[in-house]
């Protein structure tokens, strides 16, 4: 029976050059950080999982070492109290994942419960642009190929002004490419940056939003991520309040 024998943790930075100015985040990025864990088992296998810093995880070894890598309801249960007591190390259960994968000789997606071998692409924008250079950025999605693309609101300080300027960045594109793609929104008000004290959205906010979409086809075309905190609205299907259609006539229903 194959038992994890070793667990390896680096860092590693990569400078950004021009700085990155993510819709979510108002402090430009100079470098990205990335931890890699690597998880062996006593059969020479090893499963890979990338990440956070892996804080508060120094000292757990041991509840991992010797176990056999396939329980991984387990070792999930284990690192469910090393994230309340320290810090979020879900690198490490990426990494149990792709090794259990690798025992067993199946792809993860499956053992997941996937149904299918193929998943369908879309483009994801995460800079921070004008609402023209975004439609740029549109058409060259369409010319590569894309058949749908994530437009992500900015939801800090050193973003836009409010969520209207969102939806202008929004009819933009829709006018520059028409419905060669199809537009997902992702709201970005479910956390925020250590550093960042915007206020989110209130459910009020959220609910102008969705109707706006709606009205644009936005909602129609695909799905509006995370327009409330997790602890949003009862009701509010954890957050997604474009996948609960009780609110188009009544918003009492929410």
């Not at 695909?222 to 009780?246: F, I, K, S």
Request: net charge negative; aromatic share 8%.
């Amino acid at each position: 029976m194959s038992r994890i024998a070793s667990i390896e943790i680096t860092h590693h930075r990569l400078p950004l050059d021009p700085p990155f100015k993510a819709s979510w985040d108002g402090r430009p990025r100079r470098h990205f950080d990335a931890t890699i864990v690597r998880v062996k088992d006593d059969e020479g296998r090893e499963g890979i999982g990338s990440g956070d810093l892996m804080k508060g995880f120094d000292g757990h070894e041991d509840l991992f070492i010797g176990e056999d890598p396939r329980h991984l309801e387990r070792h999930y249960e284990v690192l469910s109290h090393i994230n309340f007591h320290y810090g979020r190390c879900w690198p490490m259960d990426l990494a149990l994942w792709d090794l259990a994968g690798k025992i067993t000789g199946e792809p993860v997606w499956r053992m997941l419960g996937g149904r299918s071998d193929r998943v369908r692409l879309y483009a994801s924008s995460g800079v921070l642009r004008e609402p023209s250079a975004m439609a740029d950025q549109a058409e060259r999605y369409v010319e590569e190929g894309f058949p749908a693309m994530k437009v992500r609101f900015s939801s800090s300080a050193g973003g836009r002004s409010g969520w209207r300027d969102d939806v202008k960045a929004l009819e933009a594109i829709r006018a520059r490419v028409g419905d060669r793609l199809e537009l997902m929104v992702d709201c970005n008000q479910g956390w925020r940056m250590p550093w960042d004290t915007t206020l989110p959205w209130t459910f009020k906010d959220a609910l102008a939003v969705a109707k706006e979409l709606e009205e644009a086809r936005y909602l129609l075309d695909g799905r509006t991520a995370v327009p409330l905190r997790p602890q949003g609205h009862e009701g509010a299907e954890g957050g997604n309040v474009g996948e609960d259609r009780r609110w188009r006539d009544d918003p009492r229903a929410l």
